[in-house]
Nanobody, 120 residues
Framework: QVQLVESGGGLVQPGGSLRLSCAAS????????MGWYRQAPGKQRELVAT???????NYVDSVKGRFTISRDNAENTVHLSMNNLKPEDTAVYYC??????????????WGQGTQVTVSS
């Protein structure tokens, strides 16, 4: 089975930085678009950043200039570099990827989530 495993979350002070990583493993034929989502307590899950298979990126306005999404296609990984973190960034972060196995169509997969807490 395909799995997305996330790492890199933790506790950081305002203004600090974290780098999240998400690695896809399993029987993978092709990886399409990838992205990061987050969900704070009492709030709807929101899209943070996406990156296409060709490397085009998009960000939610609140993180533009602070976060950078990138991918390593050879390793089937996606990263989210987060700088100048704010308390409002506190949430569980989930990675997402469209993955197809041979003889199958693309299916969305989700990571298990990693907690990011920004607090002094």
């Amino acid at each position: 089975q395909v799995q997305l495993v996330e790492s890199g979350g933790g506790l950081v002070q305002p203004g600090g930085s974290l780098r999240l990583s998400c690695a896809a493993s399993g029987s993978i034929f092709s990886v399409g678009n990838m992205g990061w989502y987050r969900q704070a307590p009492g709030k709807q899950r929101e899209l943070v950043a996406t990156i296409t298979s060709g490397g085009s990126t998009n960000y939610v306005d609140s993180v533009k200039g602070r976060f950078t999404i990138s991918r390593d296609n050879a390793e089937n990984t996606v990263h989210l570099s987060m700088n100048n973190l704010k308390p409002e960034d506190t949430a569980v972060y989930y990675c997402n990827a469209g993955i197809r196995q041979r003889w199958s169509s693309y299916i969305d997969y989700w990571g298990q989530g990693t907690q990011v807490t920004v607090s002094s």
